[in-house]
């Protein structure tokens, strides 16, 4: 064990899946090695097959290896639980489930866990009974390994998680494998986070329930990477994405933090012609994109573009022309969906393209202004989105450690009081995201700015903007809740939290 | 005065209700025991860090009313310990009221 630079012990050796770093600062571990290359193969020009069964005898699935998944479906991932219970039925055992992300519908995969068909799991996010079960009970031959989108695609360019069969839950491809998301009755959207998966895994099983005449296009991932193409009635349901249309919050306290983070923008220097920005789906952050788009109508303020997972309401800023291009790693909504189907100037991005830290330059770099979410933010300013209150996994690491790192102004946004919790905390119970790359907290009591960042605080003083100090906030917050008390932890480890450059930055242990 | 400054012991005649299911609100359920006793039985999303202070809360607000047997059932949704004390408050003088007709 060891402890690393957000004063956090974590191991430096783990059975079944090795040596492992201490994380030692945002960007204080270079890169090194050479990026990884699959074995060169040629499918020739049979790939299409009769059965998921088909395809899975041909990619040469074996006890051991490793199966990939992308969450572009998100809830309404229909890929995950087939082809795993397929391959449960085929006999074959002891896999790594390598997702992008899993969500409450994967619960199906629970007695497959049980049975050992599945022995190890690395994905972004776990939620739901999925999540509860691996939080309360050691069923893994090694912990689950939690990583940031730039960090899984960082992981997979190196060679450190290889893949051995990639499953594509394509809307529309043809024969050859070429594939996209935007066409065919449950488009997707961006396939972003698939095409590392299908760049570099060993085999390509493209899976659909559409097929086009040759050449299916635009092409967003092409037949060159693809070994087998398989037909089925439904790849996914997009309504599981979110229905619709994205609807913008109407909850006063989530629209009261979200106009006070537009001030802190606003004040910040960073809203100036061309600047850019990413904000979440849901609550305050999306609210957030209202009161910017009246500050840009207000003072002719234009952006340039929105990066990362996009919704109608930042669709519609595009049309308006508050801003000229998206840049899209994952689809929110289905208006998001139609837009970069239609739109030119709305672009599908790759996870690498977005977030990956171990490459030439990542978006996430160049971003200005970044809305993130929180369960809890501690004294140090350090974020935990992976873990509840009661210690239980519920949550994603997703972008947030990644855009966190690159992007010029971070600003958390989150109720100072969720349920009975204050979500201002002594020590956050699972650091994600290390305070460093923080620079503020606004929340409906008031912001307080990261003391690692005066020029913010001077420039919200000069604008008029009345700051207090992040223990003033928890003050506050439990003089309405009380202090909690301590929780019931097991020694066993059920997680490890990797940060995005390949270090540790904490352990999630079993909850009592 | 409080009552149970005055060394009063408030019966209990009837099981009550007070408070909602509603995200922080907390339903409180009471009804007489037998024995000389406070028992509380909670269930809430909160437990793994406010069990000990919503037991605590519970006994005080008891106790403070001069109620000495009672069995609560506390089904709570992240209720503020001010809310909570309101409910058990409420629930308990509810119980108290002597039946008007047998």
Do not use: W
Not at chain 1, 43 to 49: A, E, I, P, Q, V
Not at chain 2, 86 to 91: G, M
């Amino acid at each position: 064990m060891a402890i690393n630079a957000v004063g956090r012990e974590v191991p430096t050796y783990v059975e079944g899946l090795g040596e492992f770093r201490p994380y030692a600062g945002v960007f204080a571990t270079p890169p090194k090695g050479r990026r990884f290359g699959p074995t060169i193969r040629r499918t020739g020009g049979k790939k299409l097959l009769p059965s998921l069964r088909a395809a899975i005898e041909a990619s040469g699935l074996k006890d051991g290896m490793t199966i990939s998944f992308h969450h572009h479906f998100r809830n309404g991932d229909l890929l995950v639980n087939r082809v795993v219970n397929e391959i449960a039925a085929m006999g074959i055992k002891d896999l790594t489930l390598a997702a992008s992300s899993l969500q409450s519908i994967h619960k199906e995969i629970i007695p497959h866990i049980r049975s050992g068909v599945i022995t190890a799991i690395t994905t972004s996010g776990l939620r739901g009974e999925l999540a509860e079960v691996l939080s309360r009970e050691v069923l893994l031959k090694a912990p689950v390994m939690i990583r940031s989108h730039g960090g899984r695609v960082r992981a997979i360019e190196s060679g450190e998680l290889k893949i051995d069969v990639a499953f594509i839950a394509a809307p529309n491809a043809d024969e050859y494998g070429n594939l996209n998301g935007i066409n065919g009755p449950t488009a997707c959207g961006s396939l972003g986070y698939a095409f590392a998966d299908a760049q570099y895994a060993e085999c390509v099983v493209a899976v659909t329930d559409t097929l086009v005449p040759y050449p299916a296009i635009p092409i967003s991932i092409p037949q060159t990477q693809v070994d087998y193409v398989v037909v089925v009635d439904k790849v996914g349901d997009p309504q599981g994405i979110m229905s619709g249309v994205t609807r913008l919050t109407r909850d006063p306290m989530e629209l009261l933090i979200a106009e006070k983070a537009c001030r802190v923008i606003e004040a910040s220097g960073l809203f100036r012609e061309g600047f850019s920005f990413q904000v979440g789906a849901g609550g305050s952050s999306l609210a957030v994109a209202r009161f910017l788009r009246e500050r840009m109508a207000a003072t002719g303020v234009r952006g340039r573009f929105a990066t990362g997972g996009i919704t109608g309401y930042i669709v519609g800023m595009l049309k308006d022309r508050l801003i000229d291009a998206i840049l899209d790693t994952q689809c929110f909504d289905l208006v998001a969906v139609e837009s970069l189907r239609d739109d030119p100037r709305h672009v599908e991005m790759s996870a690498s393209f977005y977030a990956n830290p171990h490459t030439k330059t990542c978006t996430s770099d160049i971003l200005d202004i970044m809305m993130l979410g929180a369960t809890e933010i501690d004294l140090d300013f350090n974020v935990n989105v992976m873990t509840g209150s009661d210690g239980i996994m519920m949550g994603a690491s997703g972008g947030h450690p990644d855009t966190a790192a690159g992007a010029k102004l971070r600003l958390v946004t989150a109720p100072l009081i969720r349920g009975r919790f204050p979500i201002v905390v002594d020590r956050v119970h699972t650091v994600v995201t290390p305070g460093e790359c923080i620079d503020a907290l606004v929340t409906q009591y008031g912001v307080a700015v990261n003391p690692r960042n005066p020029e913010l605080k001077a420039r919200l003083k000069d604008a008029g903007i009345d700051t207090v100090s992040i223990e003033e906030l928890q003050e506050r917050a439990e003089r309405l809740t009380g202090k909690p008390e301590e929780l019931a932890l097991g020694d066993e480890i059920v997680a490890l939290i990797e940060y995005r450059d390949g270090t540790l930055i904490d352990t999630v242990r079993r909850v009592i | 005065m409080r009552l149970a400054q005055l060394g009063v012991t408030r019966m209990l005649y009837r099981n009550a209700q007070a408070g909602s299911l509603e995200s922080g609100d907390v339903m409180v359920r009471v009804s007489p025991c037998e024995e000389d006793e406070v028992s509380i039985h909670i269930e809430s999303k909160v437990s793994p860090r406010f069990s000990n202070a919503i037991r605590n809360t519970v006994r005080q607000t008891a106790q403070e009313l001069g109620v000495r047997n009672a069995r609560f059932e506390i089904i709570d949704h992240g209720a503020l310990d001010f809310v909570l004390r309101a409910r058990v408050t409420t629930a308990l003088k509810r119980a108290m009221e002597a039946p008007t007709n047998a």
